[in-house]
């Protein structure tokens, strides 16, 4: 009777491209240097922190709480060394590591880690951009964190969960991409006025890399102006501003205004605001402004029909005379936005005792006036609602308008939706499953969170090289309709190279169903090792 080979087939898919980037960087190198070696163990934090990632960037609906069922039928030897096996990779290892990331400082050690990215990748960044958002947990967590962890309380919730405690996390990310380059976790109360300028503010001359900080503008406030002190900022200043409010409003001849991106145009003017000279400019986004007049249209249709209902009330009342009905009408007419009531005479009432015609020299009981008037739309209250729409104010303190031009200072903040935003969308997508967090500790909370933000990290490195190199080398690899694309997202790219197989016959090694543009992807990132393309 033949023997059975020995035969064992595991699913590798895109594991090797995220495993490959974070050799790239280092990180188990890194993160075991900082925490030193355990007595006795048999997976190293680097090595636990290196599958945690991998766990996390599987899309394959294991959320990082399950970790041991991840690695299931995956090749760990091969990914992670020799000897790890996936009983190693239990929910205890993991717990442990979370601890000793907490120990080093998570974001000292996350630091590190994206410096060392910068280093091996070097990509460039000109701007940085600071946001934070919040992630819900489950749980009273009552007294149970030291005394240097965050609290979970409640706070505002971007979940929409207000019932919850939360904790925030804060971002700094590059221009470039969206890779972060700092993360720091926060009371679940923390609020973004005083947050953002301080992570920036503290870790200033680490994140020394941009010319630019751009902040939204919760940070624009006279103590944060101060406390940014001579770090060249982009910040959107709130319209609430008396000044603000007036220049949003403002008329401004057509000469003025000048082409920014396709469909922006903008003028600048210099202000002083908290005692820093800054030059504040004025946007106006064509598609934004057709947006806000339908708003506008609607706002002014009910605003109509509930002046028209006020007058219905006024026109119903009797007034003791023509004075008191034209005081009546001035009082309703104060604080409409968009309309005026038009006063346009009253009608004398007689009142007597009895039915009929009145006889000769009888007395009326008494005499009542009735209001005439009617509801107008005020053109010029509606011109000038019209002239703000699209209207959106920045300010910069970066005085020298060749260092920053005017253009350039609209393109840096527009980056803020393509860079931490897209990351905090990316972290919250349900196939991610960290929108809320099942750990009981707050210091496990606040490691997990490093966690998320390194797969971030890894996921929007991956995603920017490999769109860089498929550039330089003119080269595309199949989107959803088979045709060819330079610009995939990494989500994509790991779909397609959802069928790879690593199998061991007799101890050779092999992997299936590779064809070219799984090679070009290998090649141009860098990861062949994990695919046998050396």
């Known amino acids: 009777m033949a023997e059975t080979p020995d035969l064992h087939v595991y699913d590798l898919g895109h594991l090797g491209l995220v495993a490959g980037i974070l050799d790239r960087i280092g990180l188990v190198s890194l993160v075991d240097r900082r925490v030193g070696p355990r007595p006795g163990e048999k997976v190293s934090t680097g090595v636990a922190l290196k599958a ?34 996936p009983d190693l990779l239990n929910d205890d290892r993991m717990g442990r590591m979370l601890d000793s990331l907490y120990a080093v400082g998570v974001t000292e050690l996350f630091l590190e880690v994206a410096k060392e ?53 804060g971002l ?14 926060e009371d679940g109360n923390a609020a973004d006025r005083k947050t953002l300028v301080d992570l920036v503010s503290r870790y200033r001359e680490a994140l020394d890399l941009g010319e630019v900080v751009v902040l939204d503008g919760a940070g624009y406030t006279r103590e944060n102006l101060k406390a940014l002190g001579s770090f060249p900022w982009i910040l959107r200043v709130p319209a609430t501003l008396r000044e603000a409010k007036a ?56 605003a109509q029909r509930e002046a028209e209902g006020v007058l219905r009330r006024l026109l119903a009342r ?41 006889r000769k020299g009888e007395s009326p009981l008494g005499v009542g006036y009735r209001l005439w008037a009617r509801v107008e739309r005020d053109e010029g209250k509606v011109a000038k609602a019209k002239r703000g729409l699209g209207r959106f104010l920045l300010a910069t303190n970066v005085l020298e308008r060749e260092r920053l031009p005017l253009g350039e200072v609209l393109e840096r903040y527009k980056g803020q939706t393509r860079t931490v935003e897209r990351g905090f969308r990316f972290l919250k997508d349900p196939m991610f499953f960290t929108g809320s967090t099942f750990l009981k500790r707050p210091e496990r909370v606040m490691a997990l969170g490093m966690v998320m933000a390194l797969a971030l990290l890894v996921y929007a490195l991956g995603e920017w090289e490999l769109r860089r190199r498929l550039e330089e080398e003119g080269e595309g690899v199949p989107d959803q309709k088979g045709k060819s694309t330079a610009r995939p997202t990494l989500r994509w790219v790991f779909q397609l190279f959802f069928w790879l197989r690593l199998v061991v016959l007799e101890g050779r090694v092999a992997v299936l169903n590779l064809k070219p543009h799984h090679e070009r992807v290998v090649r141009l990132l860098g990861v062949e090792r994990y695919y046998l393309l050396q």
């Open 318 to 358: 009797r007034f003791a005379c023509d004075r008191d009905a034209r005081r009546a009408l001035e009082e309703a007419s104060r604080g409409l936005a968009y309309h005026r009531r038009v006063y346009l005479g009253v009608r004398e009432e007689r009142r007597r005792g009895k039915v009929g015609r009145p």
């Open 117 to 169: 990215a910068h280093r091996a990748f070097a990509f460039p960044v000109r701007a940085l951009h600071v946001d934070t958002t919040s992630f819900h947990v489950h749980g009273r967590y009552e007294g149970t964190g030291e005394e240097e962890a965050i609290h979970l309380v409640r706070g505002y919730s971007r979940d929409h969960r207000p019932d919850l405690r939360q904790w925030v996390m």
């Open 52 to 85: 945690a990632v991998l766990n996390a960037l599987g899309f394959l609906s294991s959320p990082l709480y399950l970790f041991g069922h991840f690695w299931e039928g995956k090749p760990t030897e091969w990914l992670l060394g020799k000897g790890i096996t």
């Open 172 to 185: 700094v990310c590059a221009d470039t991409g969206g890779i972060p380059l700092l993360f720091a976790p």
């Open 247 to 302: 220049l949003l409003g403002e008329e401004f001849p057509e000469g003025a205004w000048v082409s920014l991106d396709p469909g922006y145009r903008g003028l600048e003017v210099e202000r002083t605001y908290g005692g820093v000279r800054q030059r504040w400019v004025l946007v106006e986004s064509a598609a934004r402004g057709e947006e806000e007049r339908g708003r506008l249209e609607e706002r002014i249709g009910r």
